[in-house]
């Protein structure tokens, strides 16, 4: 038995958890959740968004499931999101985007990994302002880009992909994007049998729009990381497919790309796939890979009957009926 920190989050975050909890008991999945609330309902509480309880456990039991959680604008709280990243050292977030057969969308082609760098650039959140004039400190570390250039090469090599891409802008942003691709770079030369290419983000966001096929593995600092992550993500279908996992030494937390879609929360018509998806990502981890490959098969079967499912597909069911339609599929 396992035991994983489960985060129901904000938003439409406790829809989609639910669904998570439900369908892992049909699978008789041997997880039994450690539930802890954060974010924008326990503020009131606690003063934070993240209260220490949250940390042990996730200390604890190094391994949790986290629906979204919404970061207000102008309230001083630092991103739940990305301290959670920082603390536990989760250092690559990886970001899956394949097309699934039988939805209709843009492409039907794609198989790509975002490998995001997770723990620094500008997300380290250094800000400051001197008059009228705003400033952010964009920070990049030999060693952090060497472990994401090592994560992205390895996860190529073990999951039998052909190319890696890095990701930057190093023509404009010489010394900090500069650094970034010389750690890609002496990386690559150790994986002479992994084809290695480089591309310039804006250039890359047209080639992933126009040919998103042609890329395999994708290597990129935090921010260009983020965006392309949710430009891929429209490639399959949107925001309601794409799953992720955000890795470290020893700790990992999954969750969806997406955030907490206020503009759809608590109206029953949230997507609950890209949170699933990142819970067969939570499965693999844990080595249950015969249930996560049941999963998976069931979420393929399902996707081929548009009725059943949410209207970001195009569908004219709701959350209910999505789930109820992949369980059906597991039994
Ligand atoms: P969002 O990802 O929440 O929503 C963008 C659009 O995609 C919305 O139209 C939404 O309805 C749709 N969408 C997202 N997930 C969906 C799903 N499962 N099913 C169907 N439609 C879905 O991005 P937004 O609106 O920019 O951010 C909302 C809040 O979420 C912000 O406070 C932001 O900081 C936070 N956020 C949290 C993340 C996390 O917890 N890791 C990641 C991204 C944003
Ligand atoms: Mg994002």
């Known amino acids: 038995m396992y035991t994983v920190t489960l985060i ?25 959740w450690d539930l802890v609330e954060a974010g924008e309902k326990v503020i009131e509480k606690y ?7 949250v940390i042990d456990s996730i200390r604890k039991n190094k391994v949790a499931l986290k629906g979204p959680i919404t970061t207000p604008i102008g309230k001083g709280f630092r991103s739940v999101n990305v301290t959670l990243r920082e603390r536990f050292n989760l250092y690559a977030n990886l970001r899956p985007v394949k097309s699934l057969e039988g939805l209709n969308t843009k492409y039907n082609n794609v198989d790509l990994v975002v490998v995001r760098e997770n723990t620094e650039c500008l997300y380290k959140g250094i800000e400051y302002k001197i008059d009228d004039t705003a400033c952010a400190v964009r920070v990049i570390t030999k060693s952090a880009s060497e472990k994401i250039a090592y994560f992205a090469f390895n996860y190529a090599k073990e999951n039998k992909r052909k190319k890696v891409t890095a990701v930057h802008k190093a023509n404009i942003l010489k010394i900090t994007d500069g650094l970034f691709l010389e750690a890609i770079r002496k990386v690559a030369n150790e994986y002479p049998e992994i084809e290695y ?6 250039n890359m966001s047209m080639q992933l729009v126009l040919n998103p096929e042609k890329f395999d593995v994708v290597v990129a600092p935090n921010l260009y990381g983020d965006i392309l992550s949710d430009l891929a993500a429209g490639l399959i279908g949107g925001l309601g497919l794409a799953p992720a996992a955000n890795i470290g ?7 969806a790309v997406h955030g907490s879609a206020p503009d759809i929360a608590n109206k029953g018509i949230a997507n609950p796939i890209a949170l699933l998806s990142s819970s067969i990502m939570l499965l693999d981890y844990l080595k249950l890979n015969e249930l996560a490959k049941k999963l998976e098969n069931a979420i393929s079967s399902t996707v081929k009957d548009i009725d059943s499912l949410t209207p970001d597909l195009g569908g004219k069911g709701n959350i209910e009926s999505i789930k109820n339609k992949i369980i059906s599929f597991l039994n």
């Not at 439409?12 to 039994?32: D, M, N, Q, R, Y």
């Not at 290419?197 to 804006?202: P, R, Y």
């Open 197 to 202: 290419e480089e591309k310039i983000i804006d």
């Open 8 to 32: 129901p989050g904000d938003g439409i975050g406790p829809e989609i958890t639910s669904v998570v909890v439900e369908i892992f008991e049909h699978l008789k999945a041997p997880i039994s």
């Open 47 to 53: 003063g934070t968004p993240l209260p220490d309880y």
């Open 249 to 255: 030494e020893d700790t990992a937390i999954f969750e």
